[in-house]
């Protein structure tokens, strides 16, 4: 039974019932979970059970494995078969801009209102966190909309954006911090000179300059300490798979984390009734944009 803070109990989690499973099926689920934590330390027992299935399912589509028994042998064979799994698992799908009406209104309507609370309280630092940053563009899309508006009156303020993942292959190429031409769509020509290097082959890597204003880290959010101090935290597509108990909880994580006043920017496809109550205020429902109350 899940309960939000006013005491309403909210509905089953339809995305959580595995209940179709024969017990030996179910049971050789939860050792391919257990044996995840054990192998790499990454602890899923709170995904959401149905994406984790499906994601599972499709590695054993590859290895042309039925049953979830008979892949949990092959684990325990092959922990290598661990980071493979992994990399379904985590889903590291990402573009520089993704949902661009998103930034557009945090550049609208956020930014100025945080803004001008700094330049009131006399301070200079802009701490961002963004939360599954996967493969770096979209830490790299907020450092470059921070580059744009941090001019004029707020030319002296300092960007810090933490950027963090569980999954090192995605952080090492987000430090990287070199992509295809075709990632860089949503990037007007401008853009694309001041930020990045054209190299050979299409490729197109982000400047030095401009790249050590982030800090990536690898962390996980679920059990992890969060940062602290934080002014605005970008968290999308990522907590869609956890559980609406785990939901809950990273959202008093990010609650902890933010300043007072701070926003929390979700994924659009979130579903945050009645999980978020008690902790923001919802200050643009469309765009999944949220002020720490
Ligand atoms: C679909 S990507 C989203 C990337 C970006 N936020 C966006 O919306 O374009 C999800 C990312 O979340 C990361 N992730 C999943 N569980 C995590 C956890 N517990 N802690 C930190 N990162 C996690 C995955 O590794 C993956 O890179």
Known sequence: ?????????????????????????????????????????????????????RRISIRMHQHRIEQFRDYAQLLAKNPAECDALLDKITINVTEFFRNPETYAAVRAEILPRLLEEKLKAG?????????????????????????????????????????????????????????????????????REKYFTRQDAGLYSVRNDFRTIIRFVHQNMISDPPFRNIDLIYCR????????????????????????????????????LGITDGLFERVNPAEKIFRKM
């Open 123 to 191: 301070t200079n630092v802009f701490r961002v966190w963004s939360a599954g940053c996967a493969s770096g563009e979209e830490p790299y899309s907020i450092a470059i909309m921070l580059r744009e508006l941090f001019v004029g009156k707020y030319a002296h303020f300092l960007p810090h954006i933490y950027a963090s993942d569980i999954d090192d292959h995605a952080l090492a190429e987000a430090k990287a911090g070199v992509y295809q031409e075709r990632s860089l769509r949503e990037l007007s020509l401008p853009q």
């Open 1 to 53: 039974m899940f309960m939000n803070s006013r005491g309403d109990v909210l509905p089953p989690d339809k995305a959580n019932d595995l209940s179709d499973l024969p017990p030996v099926e179910l049971a050789a689920f939860h050792q391919i979970v257990e044996m995840i934590f054990h192998i790499r330390g990454v602890d899923l027992r709170q995904y959401r059970k149905k994406s984790l299935r």
């Open 237 to 272: 597509n990522v907590i869609i798979y956890f559980t609406r108990e785990l939901q809950r909880k990273l959202y008093e994580n990010f609650h902890a984390a933010l300043t007072a006043g701070g926003y929390l920017v979700a994924g659009k496809v979130e579903a945050v």
